[in-house]
Structure formats: structure tokens, C-alpha cells
């Protein structure tokens, strides 16, 4: 089992950033990838952002690129989300997840674990 704690969400205006954190614990090295998921109010969760373990390599939502960076420190077992010019739109409890096996899908069901969410709220 791996346990996953967010942390770094708030409330914030327009074009501010804010730097969410997950650390991981328990079984951390059968992971293999973390990403963030976000989930807006009468919505379904959307995949933000992936991180390989190992590799670093990293993929991202087409409406966070270039503003949002994610990023890993493996001695510490976590990951960090960092956001940048956020928008209204950004409002969401943000999520953090953890697979043990390789794919290519960002799908929710994708990922075997997830920490209990954090709330960002982007004013305008």
C-alpha cells in the first residue's frame, strides 16, 4: 500500500501561484508514476499532470501547460505541483495519485492510490 498526503492548497487572486506538495509513504518503491488530478464542483476529475518516477518525464493537461510544472524529489518520496498564473477556472480540489504499473492512460482509474484532496480557489 502507499499513502498519499497533499498539502499547499488556498485561496488566492487571479495570476498568483501557490506550490501543492504530496508526499508519499508505505510501499513507495513499487511506484511508478504520480501525476495531479483536479475535480471542479459537478464535474469529473480531470487528469493536470504526470511525473515518472525513475525518468522524470513529465506530460501535462493541454489547459495547464506552460503555467503549471511538476516535479519530484525521490530522497523524500514526494512530488510538488508548482502553479503559476492560475486562472478562476483553476478552482478545484486538487488530487494527488500513485500507480505501480506502467501505461500510457491518465484516466482516474488508472491509479491505484490517492491522497484525500486539496482545495484551491482562484479568485477573480
Known amino acids: 500500500q502507499v499513502q498519499l498526503v497533499e498539502s499547499g492548497g488556498g485561496l488566492v487572486q487571479a495570476g498568483d501561484s501557490l506550490r501543492l506538495s504530496c508526499a508519499a509513504s508505505?510501499?513507495?518503491?513499487?511506484?511508478?508514476?504520480m501525476g495531479w488530478f483536479r475535480q471542479a464542483p459537478g464535474k469529473e476529475r480531470d487528469f493536470v499532470a504526470t511525473?515518472?518516477?525513475?525518468?522524470?518525464?513529465?506530460d501535462y493537461a493541454t489547459s495547464v501547460k506552460g503555467r503549471f510544472t511538476i516535479s519530484r524529489d525521490n530522497a523524500k518520496n514526494t512530488v510538488y505541483l508548482q502553479m503559476n498564473s492560475l486562472k478562476p477556472e483553476d478552482t478545484a480540489v486538487y488530487y494527488c495519485a500513485a500507480r505501480t504499473y506502467y501505461t500510457s492512460k491518465y484516466v482516474p482509474a488508472s491509479f491505484d492510490f490517492w491522497g484525500q484532496g486539496t482545495q484551491v480557489t482562484v479568485s477573480s
Open positions: 511525473v515518472r518516477w525513475t525518468s522524470s518525464s513529465t
Open positions: 508505505g510501499r513507495t518503491g513499487s511506484i511508478t508514476t
